[in-house]
């Protein structure tokens, strides 16, 4: 039996934020990028923290530009060789 989905997080918003915001932001890693607007990424243990991301970055202010979360789920194994 498989256990629960992880999550592959991509978020982007609008301005250039340091490190320092990583822990207001589930302590994902920050990129500032070129164009003004940063990439919020890495893994999140389930689709509630993912929810918790969002509302973490509405509750700072910031303006979120994109987001995609691909849920991760972890391989079954079989007993027996039975599938």
Same mark, same amino acid.
């Given at each position: 039996?498989?256990?629960?989905?992880?999550?592959?997080?991509?978020?982007?918003?609008?301005?250039?934020?340091?490190?320092?915001?990583?822990?207001? =932001?589930?302590? /994902? +890693?920050?990129? &500032?990028?070129?164009?003004? $607007? %940063?990439?919020?990424? @890495?893994?999140?243990?389930?689709?509630?923290?993912?929810?918790?991301?969002?509302?973490?970055?509405?509750?700072?202010?910031?303006? =979120?530009?994109? /987001? +995609?979360?691909? &849920?991760?789920?972890?391989? $079954? %194994?079989?007993?027996? @060789?039975?599938?």
């Amino acid at each position: 039996m498989a256990g629960p989905a992880r999550y592959q997080v991509s978020a982007r918003v609008q301005g250039e934020l340091s490190q320092a915001w990583a822990p207001l =932001l589930a302590g /994902l +890693e920050l990129a &500032a990028q070129p164009d003004g $607007t %940063t990439v919020i990424s @890495g893994e999140l243990p389930d689709e509630a923290a993912v929810h918790g991301l969002v509302a973490a970055i509405r509750d700072l202010g910031l303006s =979120l530009v994109s /987001l +995609e979360a691909r &849920a991760i789920v972890p391989a $079954t %194994t079989s007993a027996g @060789g039975m599938a």
